[in-house]
């Protein structure tokens, strides 16, 4: 089974940075590529970037130009986040999809972290 570990979260104040890592573990025969969603108080699971079978990334319009999703070389995702604001407060999650990636529609995807807490404050 996959595993997947979310870390980075913290609080910080508006127009601060973070970067978020979501560590991959165990075994799956099948490809997978992952994507960041957060979840919060007044917003559903909301996705905001995902990586695709080609490495290309797809933004929410939320956050586009703030963040950005990469992957190194031992499939650690990370999202960095630039720019914060009081309305990125959420818990973010890491999640796997099996189908082609980039897609920030959380029904594709069918493995989940547990999450890492961002809170952002004036």
């Known amino acids: 089974d996959l595993r997947l570990v979310e870390s980075g979260g913290d609080l910080v104040q508006a127009g601060g940075s973070l970067r978020l890592s979501c560590k991959p573990s165990g075994r799956t025969y099948r490809p997978y590529y992952l994507g960041w969603f957060r979840h919060s108080t007044w917003e559903a699971r909301e996705g905001i970037a995902a990586?695709?079978?080609?490495?290309?990334a797809t933004y929410a319009d939320s956050v586009k130009g703030r963040f950005t999703i990469s992957k190194d070389s031992e499939n650690v995702v990370y999202l960095q986040m630039n720019g914060l604001k009081l309305e990125d407060t959420a818990l973010y999650f890491c999640?796997?999809?099996?189908?082609?990636?980039?897609?920030?529609?959380?029904?594709?995807?069918?493995?989940w972290g547990q999450g890492t807490q961002v809170t952002v404050y004036p």
């Open positions: 990586l695709d079978n080609t490495g290309n």
């Open positions: 999640a796997a999809t099996h189908w082609f990636g980039g897609s920030l529609d959380k029904n594709e995807y069918s493995d």
